[in-house]
Protein backbone atom coordinates (compact mmCIF):
# COMPACT_ATOMS: atom_id res chain seq x y z
CA UNK A 1 0.00 0.00 0.00
CA UNK A 2 2.54 2.58 0.84
CA UNK A 3 5.11 1.44 -2.05
CA UNK A 4 1.78 2.15 -4.42
CA UNK A 5 1.62 4.98 -2.83
CA UNK A 6 5.11 6.43 -3.09
CA UNK A 7 4.71 5.24 -7.01
CA UNK A 8 1.40 7.38 -7.06
CA UNK A 9 3.41 10.48 -5.42
CA UNK A 10 6.30 10.30 -7.96
CA UNK A 11 4.25 9.96 -10.63
CA UNK A 12 2.48 13.04 -9.85
CA UNK A 13 5.89 14.62 -9.47
CA UNK A 14 6.98 13.48 -12.32
CA UNK A 15 3.78 15.39 -14.12
CA UNK A 16 4.10 17.99 -12.12
CA UNK A 17 7.76 18.90 -12.94
CA UNK A 18 7.45 17.73 -17.04
CA UNK A 19 3.84 20.52 -16.59
CA UNK A 20 6.06 23.49 -14.93
CA UNK A 21 9.07 22.58 -17.72
CA UNK A 22 6.50 22.78 -20.75
CA UNK A 23 4.44 25.85 -19.20
CA UNK A 24 8.63 27.73 -18.77
CA UNK A 25 9.23 26.85 -22.80
CA UNK A 26 6.08 28.25 -23.86
CA UNK A 27 6.72 31.39 -21.66
CA UNK A 28 10.13 31.45 -23.28
CA UNK A 29 8.99 31.05 -26.77
CA UNK A 30 6.13 33.47 -26.23
CA UNK A 31 8.84 36.31 -24.99
CA UNK A 32 11.35 35.30 -28.01
CA UNK A 33 9.10 35.98 -30.48
CA UNK A 34 7.44 39.31 -28.42
CA UNK A 35 11.21 40.01 -28.57
CA UNK A 36 11.77 39.13 -32.65
CA UNK A 37 8.53 41.15 -33.42
CA UNK A 38 9.50 44.26 -31.37
CA UNK A 39 13.02 43.84 -32.99
CA UNK A 40 10.87 43.92 -36.79
CA UNK A 41 9.16 47.01 -35.77
CA UNK A 42 11.64 48.92 -34.77
CA UNK A 43 13.73 47.99 -38.16
CA UNK A 44 10.74 49.29 -39.68
CA UNK A 45 10.75 52.39 -37.86
CA UNK A 46 14.34 52.83 -38.33
CA UNK A 47 14.14 52.30 -41.96
CA UNK A 48 11.51 54.86 -42.58
CA UNK A 49 12.88 57.18 -40.40
CA UNK A 50 15.93 57.52 -42.30
CA UNK A 51 14.22 57.60 -46.00
CA UNK A 52 12.15 60.71 -44.53
CA UNK A 53 15.95 62.09 -43.63
CA UNK A 54 16.91 61.71 -47.07
CA UNK A 55 14.02 62.65 -48.90
CA UNK A 56 15.56 66.44 -49.46
CA UNK A 57 17.48 64.86 -52.07
CA UNK A 58 14.92 65.25 -54.32
CA UNK A 59 11.39 66.34 -55.37
CA UNK A 60 9.30 64.32 -52.97
CA UNK A 61 5.76 65.06 -52.86
CA UNK A 62 3.69 65.64 -49.72
CA UNK A 63 1.53 62.35 -50.97
CA UNK A 64 4.50 60.13 -50.24
CA UNK A 65 5.81 61.49 -46.96
CA UNK A 66 2.61 61.14 -45.69
CA UNK A 67 2.80 57.37 -46.74
CA UNK A 68 6.30 57.22 -45.00
CA UNK A 69 4.78 58.28 -41.38
CA UNK A 70 1.97 56.73 -41.53
CA UNK A 71 4.18 53.67 -42.01
CA UNK A 72 6.26 54.57 -38.47
CA UNK A 73 2.93 55.25 -37.17
CA UNK A 74 1.57 51.88 -37.40
CA UNK A 75 4.85 50.23 -36.75
CA UNK A 76 4.99 52.23 -33.36
CA UNK A 77 1.25 51.65 -32.37
CA UNK A 78 2.48 47.61 -32.91
CA UNK A 79 5.78 48.32 -30.75
CA UNK A 80 3.75 50.24 -28.00
CA UNK A 81 1.39 46.65 -28.00
CA UNK A 82 4.15 44.25 -27.25
CA UNK A 83 6.86 47.15 -25.84
CA UNK A 84 6.44 45.77 -21.77
CA UNK A 85 8.35 48.20 -20.04
CA UNK A 86 9.50 50.16 -22.86
CA UNK A 87 5.80 51.21 -23.40
CA UNK A 88 6.04 54.99 -22.26
CA UNK A 89 9.08 55.59 -25.03
CA UNK A 90 6.92 54.56 -27.21
CA UNK A 91 4.05 56.24 -26.64
CA UNK A 92 5.45 59.47 -26.55
CA UNK A 93 6.98 58.81 -30.32
CA UNK A 94 3.64 57.60 -31.54
CA UNK A 95 2.15 60.83 -29.91
CA UNK A 96 4.74 63.21 -31.96
CA UNK A 97 4.45 61.41 -35.60
CA UNK A 98 0.51 60.71 -35.03
CA UNK A 99 0.65 64.76 -34.69
CA UNK A 100 2.25 64.92 -37.57
CA UNK A 101 0.22 62.89 -39.57
CA UNK A 102 -2.46 65.18 -38.55
CA UNK A 103 -0.95 68.12 -39.72
CA UNK A 104 0.02 66.59 -42.65
CA UNK A 105 -3.54 65.23 -43.87
CA UNK A 106 -4.93 68.73 -43.57
CA UNK A 107 -2.60 70.21 -45.34
CA UNK A 108 -3.34 70.85 -49.15
CA UNK A 109 -1.42 68.11 -51.37
CA UNK A 110 2.21 69.44 -52.61
CA UNK A 111 3.95 67.61 -55.60
CA UNK A 112 6.87 69.84 -56.51
CA UNK A 113 7.68 69.14 -59.99
CA UNK A 114 10.71 67.19 -61.11
CA UNK A 115 11.93 68.68 -64.52
CA UNK A 116 14.26 70.95 -62.72
CA UNK A 117 15.58 68.00 -60.71
CA UNK A 118 19.75 68.14 -60.97
CA UNK A 119 22.09 64.77 -60.23
CA UNK A 120 24.31 64.93 -57.25
CA UNK A 121 28.10 66.08 -57.76
CA UNK A 122 29.23 63.87 -55.54
CA UNK A 123 28.74 59.79 -56.02
CA UNK A 124 28.55 58.92 -52.82
CA UNK A 125 24.90 60.75 -52.52
CA UNK A 126 24.20 59.79 -55.87
CA UNK A 127 24.90 56.02 -54.43
CA UNK A 128 22.34 56.98 -51.75
CA UNK A 129 19.89 58.34 -53.95
CA UNK A 130 19.53 55.22 -55.93
CA UNK A 131 19.75 53.12 -52.73
CA UNK A 132 16.73 55.76 -51.20
CA UNK A 133 14.17 55.49 -54.49
CA UNK A 134 14.64 51.87 -54.88
CA UNK A 135 13.35 51.45 -50.93
CA UNK A 136 10.95 53.24 -50.98
CA UNK A 137 9.55 52.07 -54.08
CA UNK A 138 9.18 49.37 -52.40
CA UNK A 139 7.70 50.71 -49.36
CA UNK A 140 5.11 52.21 -51.33
CA UNK A 141 4.27 48.70 -53.67
CA UNK A 142 3.97 47.15 -49.53
CA UNK A 143 1.89 49.81 -48.45
CA UNK A 144 -0.56 49.61 -51.36
CA UNK A 145 -0.58 46.03 -51.40
CA UNK A 146 -1.93 46.15 -48.00
CA UNK A 147 -4.35 48.57 -48.81
CA UNK A 148 -3.17 51.83 -46.99
CA UNK A 149 -2.26 53.71 -49.67
CA UNK A 150 -5.16 53.93 -52.80
CA UNK A 151 -4.26 53.23 -56.44
CA UNK A 152 -4.68 56.67 -57.85
CA UNK A 153 -1.65 57.76 -55.07
CA UNK A 154 0.22 54.64 -55.75
CA UNK A 155 0.56 55.07 -59.54
CA UNK A 156 1.28 59.00 -59.64
CA UNK A 157 4.20 57.97 -57.08
CA UNK A 158 5.13 55.25 -58.36
CA UNK A 159 5.22 57.06 -61.97
CA UNK A 160 7.09 60.09 -59.88
CA UNK A 161 9.60 57.64 -58.87
CA UNK A 162 9.93 55.64 -62.20
CA UNK A 163 10.78 59.13 -63.84
CA UNK A 164 13.41 59.84 -61.00
CA UNK A 165 15.10 56.90 -61.43
CA UNK A 166 15.22 57.28 -65.31
CA UNK A 167 16.92 60.67 -64.83
CA UNK A 168 19.44 59.58 -62.60
CA UNK A 169 20.16 56.53 -64.76
CA UNK A 170 20.66 58.59 -68.08
CA UNK A 171 22.52 61.93 -66.95
CA UNK A 172 24.73 59.02 -64.60
CA UNK A 173 25.23 57.60 -68.62
CA UNK A 174 26.11 60.89 -69.59
CA UNK A 175 28.04 62.05 -66.88
CA UNK A 176 30.75 59.21 -67.28
CA UNK A 177 30.87 59.77 -70.80
CA UNK A 178 31.73 62.91 -70.38
CA UNK A 179 34.64 61.96 -68.29
CA UNK A 180 35.57 59.14 -70.31
CA UNK A 181 35.81 61.27 -73.25
CA UNK A 182 37.29 63.44 -70.83
CA UNK A 183 40.26 61.25 -70.39
CA UNK A 184 40.15 60.16 -73.79
CA UNK A 185 38.61 57.10 -73.68
CA UNK A 186 37.07 57.69 -76.44
CA UNK A 187 35.74 53.75 -76.80
CA UNK A 188 34.13 53.81 -73.38
CA UNK A 189 32.50 57.01 -73.89
CA UNK A 190 30.77 56.14 -77.20
CA UNK A 191 29.33 52.72 -75.62
CA UNK A 192 28.00 54.76 -72.67
CA UNK A 193 26.56 57.32 -75.33
CA UNK A 194 25.06 54.19 -77.22
CA UNK A 195 23.64 52.69 -74.57
CA UNK A 196 22.04 56.30 -73.04
CA UNK A 197 20.48 56.84 -76.11
CA UNK A 198 18.97 53.17 -76.55
CA UNK A 199 17.21 53.62 -73.20
CA UNK A 200 16.36 57.12 -74.61
CA UNK A 201 14.85 55.79 -77.43
CA UNK A 202 12.88 52.90 -75.84
CA UNK A 203 11.04 55.29 -73.15
CA UNK A 204 10.62 57.94 -76.10
CA UNK A 205 8.24 55.03 -77.48
CA UNK A 206 6.09 55.16 -74.57
CA UNK A 207 6.01 58.43 -73.78
CA UNK A 208 6.44 60.97 -76.71
CA UNK A 209 5.58 64.13 -75.10
CA UNK A 210 8.33 63.83 -72.22
CA UNK A 211 10.25 67.21 -72.86
CA UNK A 212 13.09 65.54 -70.56
CA UNK A 213 13.22 62.66 -73.17
CA UNK A 214 13.83 64.92 -76.00
CA UNK A 215 16.10 67.37 -74.10
CA UNK A 216 18.05 64.17 -73.34
CA UNK A 217 18.34 62.50 -76.57
CA UNK A 218 19.40 65.84 -78.56
CA UNK A 219 21.74 66.36 -75.83
CA UNK A 220 23.29 61.77 -76.23
CA UNK A 221 23.04 62.90 -80.36
CA UNK A 222 25.60 65.83 -79.57
CA UNK A 223 27.69 64.13 -77.27
CA UNK A 224 28.06 60.80 -79.67
CA UNK A 225 29.07 62.86 -82.71
CA UNK A 226 31.36 65.32 -79.93
CA UNK A 227 33.23 61.66 -79.02
CA UNK A 228 33.18 60.05 -82.56
CA UNK A 229 34.73 63.52 -84.24
CA UNK A 230 37.79 63.43 -80.83
CA UNK A 231 37.80 59.75 -81.76
CA UNK A 232 38.30 60.21 -85.97
CA UNK A 233 40.84 63.48 -84.65
CA UNK A 234 42.80 60.95 -82.48
CA UNK A 235 43.45 58.22 -84.74
CA UNK A 236 45.94 59.64 -87.03
CA UNK A 237 48.15 60.11 -83.89
CA UNK A 238 47.84 56.42 -82.87
CA UNK A 239 48.47 55.49 -86.27
CA UNK A 240 51.70 57.70 -86.71
CA UNK A 241 52.99 56.35 -82.78
CA UNK A 242 52.17 53.23 -85.18
CA UNK A 243 54.77 54.10 -87.69
CA UNK A 244 57.44 55.45 -85.81
CA UNK A 245 57.43 51.91 -83.32
CA UNK A 246 57.42 50.08 -87.07
CA UNK A 247 61.05 52.84 -87.80
CA UNK A 248 62.30 51.68 -84.15
CA UNK A 249 61.83 48.08 -84.51
CA UNK A 250 63.62 48.41 -88.46
CA UNK A 251 66.48 50.17 -86.94
CA UNK A 252 67.54 48.55 -83.44
CA UNK A 253 70.24 46.65 -83.39
CA UNK A 254 70.10 43.44 -84.35
CA UNK A 255 70.10 40.23 -81.61
CA UNK A 256 72.79 37.76 -82.21
CA UNK A 257 71.69 34.25 -80.88
Known sequence: MIFTLVLVLIGALLFLVIGVN?????????EAERRAELARQRAIIDETEEILSLTGMFPCSSQIVLVLYKRVQDALKHAKSIAGNQAPDYERRLNDISSQVTTMSSNPKNSPPIEGFRLPDNDKQILDLVKVLKKLKAILRAE???GKVDTTTFSEEEAR??????RINVDSMLSRARAACATK???????MVTKALSTLHAIKAQTPNDPFIGRKVDEAKAMLDEVMGAQKEAAPVVQNNKEEEDIDVLFQPKKKW
Open 185 to 191: QYGSAKQ
Open 144 to 146: HNK
Open 22 to 30: VVQQQKEKA
Open 161 to 166: IDSLQL
